[in-house]
């Protein structure tokens, strides 16, 4: 289908490991053979609906884009659904990865991966493990908990760990996850408690595909997931797109990414956390870098190809 603007839109179906992943492919329109492909991956419980603006704006600047749902969210199969798992989740980027090399009119030599929060940990991650990747973007990326999490206290973290440890075990037992929101208010259990989350899903209207409660037992093992620690084996280009005044991933635990890796570049703008998802002023800077960035990794045409 065609989504205007110079931008055709396709599903795309991956198979990862047996389980049935649901894709879109952003494509310039009347744009020749070997383009260029960035692969992109969503945070803690996102859906690929919520990444339509950023893939259709990397689309315009001549780079094909492939957004996805993880397994057991969005369009994608798997049950028990809302499950958030981090091995499968990585495994599902890299089945993404493969499909989209191999799709008609991509360019299997450049192709890029692009997360976002838990998404950026992810891309990081695989490139560390040897995804055939040229690049990787990751945009306010996880690297661990920070010491304090705004909008909870001590009593709340304590009710957040039992519920995490409850759906942990429980599903390990053979039991149905203990689901939590995604998103309360202060002081309420769930994974986010910030003023700043509750405005915007209040903005977001209730009409906006979204997930509302997750299985929380994954929190147990991103205690020890830090993208970070091994930044240092990606071999390719790595572009850490910041916020100054991020709480959920801070600036000095998202800087170690950009430090450790061989070829990293930090860039830091003046924003929260959230605004990198939907504040479209903001997008438009970050995206004139990370296009810049692109086309000095991937998207540069080469002798004999058709122009990306």
Same mark, same amino acid.
């Given at each position: 289908?065609?989504?205007?603007?110079?931008?055709?839109?396709?599903?795309?179906?991956?198979?990862?490991?047996?389980?049935?992943?649901?894709?879109?492919?952003?494509?310039?329109?009347?744009?020749?053979?070997?383009?260029?492909?960035?692969?992109?991956?969503?945070?803690?419980?996102?859906?690929?609906?919520?990444? !339509?603006?950023?893939?259709?704006?990397?689309?315009?600047?001549?780079?094909?884009?492939?957004?996805?749902?993880?397994?057991?969210?969005?369009?994608?199969?798997?049950?028990?659904?809302?499950?958030?798992?981090?091995?499968?989740?990585?495994?599902?980027?890299?089945?993404?990865?493969?499909?989209?090399?191999?799709?008609?009119?991509?360019?299997?030599?450049?192709?890029?991966?692009?997360?976002?929060?838990?998404?950026?940990?992810?891309?990081?991650?695989?490139?560390?493990?040897?995804?055939?990747?040229?690049?990787?973007?990751?945009?306010?990326?996880?690297?661990?908990?920070?010491?304090?999490?705004?909008?909870?206290?001590?009593?709340?973290?304590?009710?957040?760990?039992?519920?995490?440890?409850?759906?942990?075990?429980?599903?390990?037992?053979?039991?149905?996850?203990?689901?939590?929101?995604?998103?309360? !208010?202060?002081?309420?259990?769930?994974?986010?408690?910030?003023?700043?989350?509750?405005?915007?899903?209040?903005?977001?209207?209730?009409?906006?595909?979204?997930?509302?409660?997750?299985?929380?037992?994954?929190?147990?093992?991103?205690?020890?997931?830090?993208?970070?620690?091994?930044?240092?084996?990606?071999?390719?280009?790595?572009?850490?797109?910041?916020?100054?005044?991020?709480?959920?991933?801070?600036?000095?635990?998202?800087?170690?990414?950009?430090?450790?890796?061989?070829?990293?570049?930090?860039?830091?703008?003046?924003?929260?956390?959230?605004?990198?998802?939907?504040?479209?002023?903001?997008?438009?800077?970050?995206?004139?870098?990370?296009?810049?960035?692109? !086309?000095?990794?991937?998207?540069?045409?080469?002798?004999?190809?058709?122009?990306?």
């Amino acid at each position: 289908m065609t989504a205007g603007s110079g931008v055709t839109i396709d599903d795309v179906d991956i198979d990862s490991g047996g389980v049935r992943l649901t894709g879109r492919l952003h494509r310039p329109a009347g744009a020749g053979d070997r383009l260029p492909l960035v692969v992109m991956c969503q945070g803690f419980g996102g859906l690929a609906a919520r990444l !339509r603006m950023q893939a259709h704006t990397l689309a315009e600047a001549g780079v094909a884009t492939l957004t996805f749902d993880y397994r057991s969210f969005g369009r994608s199969g798997g049950v028990p659904r809302h499950v958030v798992d981090l091995a499968g989740q990585r495994a599902d980027l890299r089945a993404a990865i493969v499909a989209g090399s191999a799709l008609p009119g991509v360019d299997p030599s450049r192709v890029a991966v692009w997360g976002v929060s838990l998404g950026g940990a992810h891309a990081v991650h695989v490139a560390a493990d040897g995804a055939p990747v040229a690049a990787v973007i990751a945009q306010v990326p996880f690297n661990g908990f920070p010491r304090r999490v705004e909008g909870r206290n001590r009593w709340t973290t304590a009710r957040l760990f039992a519920a995490i440890v409850r759906d942990r075990l429980g599903r390990r037992l053979g039991a149905a996850p203990h689901y939590v929101p995604l998103v309360g !208010r202060p002081g309420e259990v769930a994974i986010v408690t910030t003023p700043e989350a509750v405005r915007h899903v209040t903005d977001l209207g209730p009409d906006v595909e979204r997930v509302e409660q997750v299985a929380p037992g994954a929190a147990l093992d991103m205690l020890r997931y830090r993208p970070g620690d091994v930044a240092d084996r990606v071999p390719v280009p790595v572009l850490v797109c910041a916020a100054e005044f991020d709480t959920e991933t801070p600036l000095p635990l998202v800087r170690r990414i950009a430090d450790r890796a061989p070829h990293g570049e930090l860039r830091v703008f003046p924003a929260t956390h959230l605004e990198f998802y939907d504040d479209p002023q903001l997008w438009a800077r970050v995206a004139r870098t990370q296009v810049e960035f692109l !086309r000095r990794t991937v998207a540069a045409e080469a002798p004999g190809r058709g122009a990306g």
